[in-house]
């Protein structure tokens, strides 16, 4: 027995040394100690529970205990427990009258899980514990059976005896076997003297599930002494990592482990001048604050003007004197609106100058600040289509139209009538061209009305292939491509409408007559 537990001290102090070095930054505990089994209180603890004769006691060193923190109030644990352990459990001296197992050889190990209500930082750590184990004991060969009052016995040819014969047996028989699995649950506390060195109390039942009896079932009482692992202090100024503010630098309690290099009693981080002492009113320098802007006399660029410490102290420039500071302002020499971040708008049309194409010249901002005409409406309508061989406007070209319609509603346009005129290629018959390019024109002119603009102002009308953008003496030259050419032709054109035109249709009306 001395052996057995000199060889587990070795074992355990080795393993000890592995866990410390290899888990320093864990929440990590192991625990040596010793444990006493009780199987004659099987049934309760009124059953004899605290008399103590009945505990099968092993010596120091005979348990061993590694635990570690998942969460704030829940660790898993690993125990196991090994000796010479006695089994009175049914009372009898001999064979025949019950149990009687003297130095046994005995293993319980497996894992467990806790739960402790209380802050991990207690002196006081009491616990709840449930676990699933391996146990190995010398049961195998025996089997009981109850004839009430007396018990039937057979440790058969395992112990080298014979059956007695004490009546039938029963169903409720009890087959002994070495190995059994068996699930326990009990209490324990933890008893903190520092905050790494301590002592465990544990109590808990075993019960072995494959068993058809409880003669297995015992309960296994233990005290160990236990060392905690897993706070560490890496800067090594004694105040653990996870309660240092500073865990790199060696620093003093009273600041939670920050230092103070100067001593003035401010720490090195809130210290202007942390080498140098100084009152707290001058944020740790010996210097003034003469503008009381917060910032030291020594480090301000400006000592006698207020100013934010980001520019040293300084006040922020406003060179233009628009109000608008200049690290905010995006015309710093220019003085200008708030509301365009200091830049101007000279023509008033709510586009700041920097993004206006006609700075001096009111226009919308969907002609990028420039006066709206005929020409840019025209342009606005370039590349509409039409369905094939319809005067029904594609889909895509809507979004056109609706910018010619703003276009014509804008302050340079409004209240002024149009012509809008259609053409097309030179394919085709110049009957069905013209009739054609009369009805698109019409087209667009209804998709005009429908986004807004006012319909008497608005006269469609037809040219069919005539007035061509591009000919054919440009297709030779290799400027367009025949099918660029056609496309040029087909087109809309929005143009005033004057007494120009109106002469033009006096002048036919007299070649009828």
């Given at each position: 027995?001395?052996?057995?537990?000199?060889?587990?001290?070795?074992?355990?102090?080795?393993?000890?040394?592995?866990?410390?070095?290899?888990?320093?930054?864990?929440?990590?505990?192991?625990?040596?100690?010793?444990?006493?089994?009780?199987?004659?209180?099987?049934?309760?603890?009124?059953?004899?529970?605290?008399?103590?004769?009945?505990?099968?006691?092993?010596?120091?060193?005979?348990?061993?205990?590694?635990?570690?923190?998942?969460?704030?109030?829940?660790?898993?644990?690993?125990?196991?427990?090994?000796?010479?352990?006695?089994?009175?459990?049914?009372?009898?001296?001999?064979?025949?009258?019950?149990?009687?197992?003297?130095?046994?050889?005995?293993?319980?190990?497996?894992?467990?899980?806790?739960?402790?209500?209380?802050?991990?930082?207690?002196?006081?750590?009491?616990?709840?514990?449930?676990?699933?184990?391996?146990?190995?004991?010398?049961?195998?060969?025996?089997?009981?059976?109850?004839?009430?009052?007396?018990?039937?016995?057979?440790?058969?040819?395992?112990?080298?005896?014979?059956?007695?014969?004490?009546?039938?047996?029963?169903?409720?028989?009890?087959?002994?076997?070495?190995?059994?699995?068996?699930?326990?649950?009990?209490?324990?506390?933890?008893?903190?003297?520092?905050?790494?060195?301590?002592?465990?109390?544990?109590?808990?039942?075993?019960?072995?599930?494959?068993?058809?009896?409880?003669?297995?079932?015992?309960?296994?009482?233990?005290?160990?002494?236990?060392?905690?692992?897993?706070?560490?202090?890496?800067?090594?100024?004694?105040?653990?990592?996870?309660?240092?503010?500073?865990?790199?630098?060696?620093?003093?309690?009273?600041?939670?482990?920050?230092?103070?290099?100067?001593?003035?009693?401010?720490?090195?981080?809130?210290?202007?001048?942390?080498?140098?002492?100084?009152?707290?009113?001058?944020?740790?320098?010996?210097?003034?604050?003469?503008?009381?802007?917060?910032?030291?006399?020594?480090?301000?660029?400006?000592?006698?003007?207020?100013g934010p410490a980001e520019n040293q102290g300084c006040p922020w420039p406003?060179?233009?004197?628009?109000?608008?500071?200049?690290?905010?302002?995006?015309?710093?020499?220019?003085?200008?609106?708030?509301?365009?971040?200091?830049?101007?708008?000279?023509?008033?049309?709510?586009?700041?100058?920097?993004?206006?194409?006609?700075?001096?010249?009111?226009?919308?901002?969907?002609?990028?600040?420039?006066?709206?005409?005929?020409?840019?409406?025209?342009?606005?309508?370039q590349d509409i289509t039409f369905e094939f061989n319809s005067a029904k406007?594609?889909?895509?070209?809507?979004?056109?139209?609706?910018?010619?319609?703003?276009?014509?509603?804008?302050?340079?346009?409004?209240?002024?009538?149009?012509?809008?005129?259609?053409?097309?290629?030179?394919?085709?018959?110049?009957?069905?061209?013209?009739?054609?390019?009369?009805?698109?024109?019409?087209?667009?002119?209804?998709?005009?009305?429908?986004?807004?603009?006012?319909?008497?102002?608005?006269?469609?009308?037809?040219?069919?292939?005539?007035?061509?953008?591009?000919?054919?003496?440009?297709?030779?030259?290799?400027?367009?491509?025949?099918?660029?050419?056609?496309?040029?032709?087909?087109?809309?054109?929005?143009?005033?409408?004057?007494?120009?035109?109106?002469?033009?249709?006096?002048?036919?009306?007299?070649?009828?007559?």
């Open positions: 027995m001395k052996k057995f537990n000199l060889v587990l001290a070795v074992a355990a102090s080795m393993f000890a040394a592995t866990v410390f070095a290899q888990n320093t930054t864990n929440k990590w505990y192991i625990g040596v100690g010793m444990h006493a089994v009780d199987h004659t209180s099987a049934r309760g603890v009124f059953d004899g529970f605290f008399d103590t004769k009945d505990y099968s006691i092993v010596p120091p060193l005979s348990k061993l205990t590694v635990a570690r923190s998942i969460a704030k109030n829940f660790a898993v644990d690993l125990q196991a427990s090994i000796g010479n352990v006695d089994n009175n459990r049914l009372g009898g001296s001999t064979p025949e009258s019950g149990l009687a197992f003297k130095d046994e050889f005995f293993i319980l190990a497996g894992l467990g899980l806790r739960w402790t209500p209380l802050s991990e930082t207690s002196w006081f750590d009491p616990y709840l514990r449930v676990g699933a184990n391996y146990h190995k004991y010398a049961y195998d060969g025996y089997e009981i059976s109850e004839t009430n009052p007396k018990y039937s016995w057979d440790h058969g040819a395992t112990k080298g005896g014979t059956a007695g014969a004490n009546g039938a047996l029963l169903e409720a028989k009890f087959s002994g076997q070495n190995n059994n699995f068996i699930v326990n649950g009990g209490v324990g506390i933890n008893f903190w003297f520092t905050k790494n060195f301590g002592l465990n109390i544990e109590s808990q039942y075993n019960w072995a599930p494959g068993a058809t009896r409880d003669y297995i079932d015992f309960f296994q009482h233990s005290a160990s002494i236990i060392f905690k692992f897993g706070n560490s202090d890496r800067d090594k100024d004694g105040i653990l990592d996870k309660d240092d503010k500073c865990p790199d630098v060696w620093g003093l309690a009273q600041f939670q482990g920050c230092p103070d290099t100067d001593g003035d009693g401010i720490t090195d981080a809130e210290d202007q001048c942390p080498t140098v002492a100084g009152p707290i009113e001058n944020h740790g320098c010996p210097w003034g604050d003469r503008d009381n802007d917060g910032v030291t006399d020594n480090i301000d660029k400006c000592p006698d003007v207020a406003d060179r233009d004197g628009d109000g608008v500071l200049d690290k905010d302002d995006r015309c710093p020499d220019t003085p200008g609106l708030a509301k365009f971040k200091g830049c101007p708008d000279t023509d008033g049309d709510g586009i700041p100058d920097p993004d206006d194409k006609c700075p001096n010249e009111a226009g919308p901002i969907e002609n990028h600040g420039c006066p709206v005409t005929y020409k840019t409406v025209t342009e606005a309508l406007l594609t889909a895509e070209s809507l979004d056109k139209v609706k910018t010619a319609a703003s276009f014509l509603n804008s302050s340079s346009l409004a209240g002024q009538n149009a012509y809008v005129d259609g053409y097309t290629d030179k394919s085709g018959s110049a009957a069905y061209n013209l009739k054609l390019s009369k009805q698109r024109a019409q087209s667009v002119t209804d998709a005009l009305v429908e986004n807004g603009v006012a319909k008497d102002r608005l006269t469609a009308r037809g040219f069919g292939k005539t007035n061509f953008l591009c000919t054919d003496a440009d297709v030779k030259a290799g400027k367009y491509t025949e099918d660029v050419c056609n496309q040029i032709n087909r087109r809309v054109e929005v143009a005033p409408r004057t007494l120009t035109v109106q002469k033009t249709v006096e002048v036919k009306s007299s070649k009828k007559k």
